[in-house]
C-alpha cells in the first residue's frame, strides 16, 4: 500500500475509528509494519484522543457557561478576555478542536466529535518481569488495539503471538515484524463478545532458518462497561 495513498485516504484516523473493513485494515496493517510514520501517528492519535476526552470531562459545565456568555456591561473591553477564568478555557478548546480537526475529516466533524471512539488500547512489555498489569475498560464487543513493545534483536526475521483468555484458550493469533529499529508495534485484536479478566500475550521469534523460539509473554485486565 502506498504511503501517499493511506495519508490521502485518512487511513489512520479510519483504523484508529474502526471503520476500516476487514480487507482494508489487513492491508493497512501490512503497510505500517514497514511504515515508522504511521506507526507513531496511531499511537499519537489514540493518546491524543484518550487525553481530549478526559480533558472535556473534566472541565467544569461553568467554565463553558462563562465562555458562551454575551458580554455585560461591567465588561472593560477585549483585554478583559485575557483574564485566566476565561483565557484557559478557551486556548484549550481551541487546541482540542485544531487536534480533532486532523484526526477526523471535516464532512464528519459535527456528528463524529461527540460519537467517535477511538479502540480501547494499552501498551505491553515483552519479556517486562515485575511490572505492573495494564488495564483497558472496552464495550461488550468492541475490538482492542495493543501497542507491543519487543526489545529488538536481529536473531529474529519476525513474531508470533497468541492472545490467552482468562479461561487459557486462544483468543486471536497475531503477526508481528521485527525490526531492529523500532521496538513497538500496533497491533488490532478483532472485536469479540470477550469475558472480563486476564489475558496473556504470548510471543515467539521465527529465525531465519525457520525455527520457533519464545521471546516471553504479557498480561493485562480486561474490564467490560456495564
Known amino acids: 500500500m502506498d504511503h501517499e495513498l493511506v495519508v490521502r485516504d485518512k487511513m489512520t484516523e479510519r483504523y484508529l475509528l474502526d471503520e476500516l473493513d476487514a480487507g482494508e485494515r489487513d492491508r493497512f496493517e501490512e503497510h505500517y509494519f514497514s511504515c515508522p510514520d504511521c506507526a507513531l501517528d496511531i499511537r499519537a492519535g489514540a493518546e491524543m484522543v484518550t487525553h481530549s476526552k478526559n480533558l472535556l470531562a473534566e472541565l467544569p459545565e ?19 478576555w485575557l483574564s485566566p477564568a476565561v483565557a484557559v478555557p478557551v486556548m484549550a478548546i481551541l487546541l482540542l478542536v485544531i487536534g480533532y480537526q486532523n484526526l477526523v475529516t471535516y464532512p464528519k466533524l459535527q456528528s463524529q466529535l461527540h460519537t467517535a471512539q477511538v479502540l480501547p488500547w494499552t501498551s505491553v512489555n515483552i519479556r517486562a518481569l515485575g511490572e505492573e498489569e495494564p488495564t483497558i475498560t472496552a464495550s461488550q464487543g468492541q475490538g482492542l488495539l495493543l501497542f507491543v513493545r519487543i526489545p529488538p534483536d536481529s536473531g529474529y526475521t519476525r513474531y508470533t503471538a497468541d492472545l490467552y483468555n482468562p479461561e487459557g484458550k486462544v483468543d486471536s493469533s497475531l503477526a508481528i515484524p521485527a525490526s531492529t529499529q523500532q521496538d513497538q508495534w500496533p497491533v488490532q485484536i478483532p472485536a469479540a463478545n470477550r ?12 529465525t531465519p532458518t525457520g525455527t520457533i523460539k519464545e521471546v516471553g509473554k504479557a498480561s493485562f485486565e480486561l474490564q467490560l462497561q456495564k
Open 195 to 206: 469475558a472480563a479478566g486476564r489475558y496473556t500475550l504470548q510471543v515467539h521469534g521465527v
Open 62 to 80: 461553568e467554565v463553558f457557561t462563562h465562555v458562551v456568555a454575551p458580554r455585560t456591561k461591567t465588561t472593560t473591553g477585549w483585554l478583559s
